[in-house]
């Protein structure tokens, strides 16, 4: 992602409280919190469902018989 030195965290800071104002930063930052963590909940769910493998049929047995109709 890169690195962000301090100046650049408080410039990006900054301007997410002149956008949002102060009183509406903290529920946003709850819902992305929130957000986050029900999206890392989903991946390791997805990647600890097994993919069951389908089994062949067994395949079906034909009876020939000895007579003839005729």
Do not use: C, H
Request: charged letters at 20%; glycine letters at 10%; a positive charge.
């Amino acid at each position: 992602m890169g690195n962000l030195g301090m100046t650049e965290l408080l410039l990006v800071g900054g301007i997410a409280l002149l956008f949002f104002g102060s009183n509406r930063l903290p529920s946003l930052g709850q819902a992305l919190g929130k957000t986050i963590s029900n999206f890392k909940k989903e991946l390791f769910e997805i990647s600890n469902d097994e993919v069951v493998p389908k089994q062949p049929s067994e395949p079906k047995q034909i009876q020939i018989s000895s007579r003839v109709k005729r």
